[in-house]
């Protein structure tokens, strides 16, 4: 996984709570009886340009999304987030927005956006796009203008003089560091100043501090939303403000956080003057306000907003809003990333680390707000290369069967795996802009490879004789049509827990878990009047035995009804919850008689 947020990750795992290790015992009680659509949505993300080629060329692409909307319907998703779609240079593949206004032409154009939202609303699918608020690209227009102060545009991005030290060499204004290796700042020889670039060079950070940025980012959601759009997941929002200067018009240097030697990689800082300002908080809810105002004007469902951030907890659960204003309603949880081991290796998590990260959300969100589930997204290593390819359908069972939104990251649902990529083949800037030595420790490429549609040539993803990314060979056995087509398989499965979330119990029912042992994690959902569902998961390599009457408070059999690849138990199997037998990696899930 990148190291670019490593950081962040670091200090968010700080922040849970620690709980007991065995025997740990969550409950959270779910007290709304109507639910909005999104309340117990599936959310599908895909990632544009690995999706599907229409036109041979070795990228994904618009058409190629629609042309595919109705394996997304049978797949149970409820609206569907695509990574940027908008013009842009792909310094960054698409989080670098030339114009954010217009579709970029590879991925297709207006009419094949207006197109796939008119196909995905035949089929009642929602379409979300993602909103890129921190900065833009240096090849957007408004860059330019800044560039040359033209009139209204000369302070849109964040520009600063500079020092000059007693030797006469220029300086940066200060150590701020970028998310891609080195210097936040970069020297503009034509405005003869420096940019901040929280991210690569070519990505320049907006100044929210000028009301006309603000108004002119208030634009952009209001025009996708008239091309109907049904929300906006908001890329790097923590980045949005910085602190102001001093009286001295000096910006204060980032303290350094101790947690690596590589001065050019960001978590050499701690980032607490240039992420997480509470103004940032503000711009959430003013966005928050605009979604509500254009319901009120123009009716139809509810529009979300889905926030990305890295951040400690307490500041993450702040999108969320307070007693006066409302949020984002859905803040990602990413403490199935950042949790456990972080970003290194969760193979080994025990039971006890499950719960944890279950704990550490449901008991410090805010009361009456609802709970997500994010396992994996472009960013990051893949769950099964991440978690281990034993526990590919745990995982799984777990984003489908805790209350709350299920967030899929596209491909997780036929357990794909990460694609080690050679330096040569390699295509992130967080990795490009490292060296072929140390590239592996940022690049984020292996788990943006190609979406595996069949055993077909290039995996029934393009026609072309290559692909932006190279295919992961295991597309071979590891595709939707050959997965479809099994008696059993992590897409069958998939599909399982996706009738299964139907269920008044899994949609509006309460919540206990526990861990017992090292081994087995359980829990339950349950509902007055309707049967009573549990997880049972052994999430590590041995034999257990585990008897949950008392922890969860339940008693006499249960049916089997979803098993994962690894348990030979078959439907209707029955189990007394006194007594029950999980092999090695064995999950299953068993409902009430
Ligand atoms: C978060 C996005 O998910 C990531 O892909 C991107 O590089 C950064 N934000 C910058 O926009």
Same mark, same amino acid.
């Given at each position: 996984?990148?190291?670019?947020?490593?950081?962040?990750?670091?200090?968010?795992?700080?922040?849970?709570?620690?709980?007991?290790?065995?025997?740990?015992?969550?409950?959270?009680?779910?007290?709304?009886?109507?639910?909005?659509?999104?309340?117990?949505?599936?959310?599908?993300?895909?990632?544009?340009?690995?999706?599907?080629?229409?036109?041979?060329?070795?990228?994904?692409?618009?058409?190629?999304?629609?042309?595919?909307?109705?394996?997304?319907?049978?797949?149970?998703?409820?609206?569907?987030?695509?990574?940027?779609?908008?013009?842009?240079?792909?310094?960054?593949?698409?989080?670098?927005? *030339?114009?954010?206004?217009?579709?970029?032409?590879?991925?297709?154009?207006?009419?094949?956006?207006?197109?796939?939202?008119?196909?995905?609303?035949?089929?009642?699918?929602?379409?979300?796009?993602?909103?890129?608020?921190?900065?833009?690209?240096?090849?957007?227009?408004?860059?330019?203008?800044?560039?040359?102060?033209?009139?209204?545009?000369?302070?849109?991005? !964040?520009?600063?003089?500079?020092?000059?030290?007693?030797?006469?060499?220029?300086?940066?204004?200060?150590?701020?560091?970028?998310?891609?290796?080195?210097?936040?700042?970069?020297?503009?020889?034509?405005?003869?100043?420096?940019?901040?670039?929280?991210? *690569?060079?070519?990505?320049?950070?907006?100044?929210?501090?000028?009301?006309?940025?603000?108004?002119?980012?208030? &634009?952009?959601?209001? #025009?996708?939303?008239?091309?109907?759009?049904?929300?906006?997941?908001?890329?790097?929002?923590?980045?949005?403000?910085?602190?102001?200067?001093?009286?001295?018009?000096?910006?204060?240097?980032?303290?350094?956080?101790?947690?690596?030697?590589?001065?050019?990689?960001?978590?050499?800082?701690?980032?607490?003057? @240039?992420?997480?300002?509470?103004?940032?908080?503000?711009?959430?809810?003013?966005?928050?306000?605009?979604?509500?105002? #254009?319901?009120?004007?123009?009716?139809?469902?509810?529009?979300?907003?889905?926030?990305?951030?890295?951040?400690?907890?307490?500041?993450?659960?702040?999108?969320?809003?307070?007693?006066?204003?409302?949020? *984002?309603? !859905?803040?990602?949880?990413?403490?199935?990333?950042?949790?456990?081991?972080?970003?290194?290796?969760?193979?080994?998590?025990?039971?006890?680390?499950?719960?944890?990260?279950?704990?550490?959300?449901?008991?410090?969100?805010?009361?009456?707000?609802?709970?997500?589930?994010?396992?994996?997204?472009?960013?990051?290593?893949?769950?099964?290369?991440?978690?281990?390819?034993?526990?590919?359908?745990?995982?799984?069972?777990?984003?489908?069967?805790?209350?709350?939104?299920?967030?899929?990251? !596209?491909?997780?649902?036929?357990?794909?795996?990460?694609?080690?990529?050679?330096?040569?083949?390699?295509?992130?800037?967080?990795?490009?802009?490292?060296?072929?030595?140390?590239?592996?420790?940022?690049?984020?490429?292996?788990? &943006?490879?190609?979406?595996?549609?069949?055993?077909?040539?290039?995996?029934?993803?393009?026609?072309?004789?290559?692909?932006?990314?190279?295919?992961?060979?295991?597309?071979? @056995?590891?595709?939707?049509?050959?997965?479809?087509?099994?008696?059993?398989?992590?897409?069958?499965?998939?599909?399982?827990?996706?009738?299964? &979330?139907?269920?008044?119990?899994?949609?509006?029912?309460?919540?206990?878990?526990?861990?017992?042992?090292?081994?087995?994690?359980?829990?339950?959902?349950?509902?007055?009047? %309707?049967?009573? #569902?549990?997880?049972?998961?052994?999430?590590?390599?041995?034999?257990?035995?585990?008897?949950?009457?008392?922890?969860?408070?339940?008693?006499?059999?249960?049916?089997?009804?979803?098993?994962?690849?690894?348990?030979?138990?078959? %439907?209707?199997?029955?189990?007394?919850?006194?007594?029950?037998?999980?092999? *090695?990696?064995?999950?299953?899930?068993?409902?009430?008689?």
């Amino acid at each position: 996984m990148s190291k670019i947020i490593t950081l962040l990750l670091l200090l968010a795992a700080s922040q849970q709570p620690t709980l007991a290790c065995d025997g740990v015992i969550g409950q959270t009680a779910r007290t709304t009886t109507t639910r909005d659509w999104w309340q117990s949505a599936q959310f599908y993300q895909i990632y544009p340009r690995s999706f599907k080629d229409s036109n041979g060329d070795g990228i994904g692409d618009l058409p190629g999304i629609t042309s595919q909307l109705d394996y997304l319907k049978e797949l149970g998703v409820t609206a569907v987030w695509l990574s940027p779609i908008y013009t842009s240079p792909m310094a960054d593949f698409g989080y670098d927005i *030339a114009d954010f206004f217009d579709i970029q032409p590879e991925y297709g154009t207006l009419d094949d956006f207006d197109n796939l939202i008119q196909e995905a609303n035949k089929r009642d699918l929602k379409v979300i796009l993602d909103f890129v608020p921190n900065h833009s690209s240096d090849e957007n227009e408004w860059f330019k203008k800044s560039v040359r102060r033209e009139k209204g545009y000369e302070d849109y991005y !964040m520009w600063h003089d500079g020092y000059v030290d007693d030797a006469g060499n220029r300086l940066p204004p200060s150590n701020w560091l970028q998310g891609f290796r080195g210097s936040a700042w970069e020297w503009n020889e034509q405005r003869q100043q420096y940019y901040l670039h929280q991210f *690569a060079v070519k990505q320049p950070d907006l100044n929210y501090r000028n009301p006309t940025v603000v108004a002119q980012m208030k &634009r952009v959601l209001k #025009y996708w939303l008239d091309r109907g759009v049904a929300g906006f997941r908001i890329d790097a929002v923590p980045w949005c403000f910085e602190v102001l200067p001093d009286a001295t018009g000096r910006y204060p240097d980032e303290p350094k956080s101790g947690y690596t030697d590589d001065p050019d990689d960001s978590s050499y800082l701690l980032h607490i003057y @240039t992420q997480d300002q509470p103004e940032t908080l503000d711009m959430v809810y003013q966005w928050r306000q605009l979604l509500e105002d #254009y319901q009120r004007i123009h009716g139809g469902d509810t529009r979300v907003l889905l926030t990305e951030a890295w951040s400690p907890l307490d500041y993450v659960m702040k999108f969320y809003g307070n007693r006066t204003v409302e949020g *984002a309603q !859905m803040p990602f949880n990413f403490q199935f990333i950042v949790g456990g081991n972080g970003d290194k290796n969760n193979t080994q998590l025990p039971a006890s680390g499950f719960v944890k990260i279950i704990s550490s959300w449901l008991d410090n969100m805010p009361a009456e707000h609802t709970a997500n589930w994010v396992m994996g997204n472009h960013d990051q290593r893949r769950v099964g290369s991440r978690y281990g390819e034993q526990r590919i359908d745990t995982m799984n069972m777990l984003q489908m069967f805790l209350p709350g939104v299920s967030i899929t990251y !596209m491909g997780e649902e036929i357990g794909m795996t990460d694609l080690d990529i050679s330096w040569e083949d390699s295509r992130d800037p967080a990795a490009c802009n490292s060296n072929s030595e140390i590239y592996e420790q940022f690049t984020r490429d292996p788990a &943006r490879t190609p979406f595996q549609w069949s055993n077909a040539e290039n995996a029934g993803f393009s026609t072309n004789s290559t692909t932006w990314l190279p295919i992961n060979p295991n597309y071979v @056995t590891v595709n939707v049509q050959t997965e479809k087509a099994a008696t059993k398989s992590h897409l069958t499965i998939y599909n399982q827990l996706v009738a299964l &979330r139907k269920t008044k119990t899994l949609q509006l029912g309460d919540v206990r878990y526990s861990a017992f042992g090292d081994n087995i994690l359980a829990i339950k959902r349950s509902l007055k009047n %309707e049967k009573t #569902y549990l997880l049972l998961a052994n999430v590590l390599n041995s034999d257990a035995t585990v008897d949950v009457t008392r922890e969860l408070k339940v008693s006499g059999n249960f049916k089997t009804i979803i098993s994962n690849m690894i348990s030979t138990a078959k %439907e209707g199997d029955v189990i007394s919850a006194d007594n029950i037998l999980l092999k *090695a990696y064995e999950a299953i899930v068993v409902e009430s008689e």
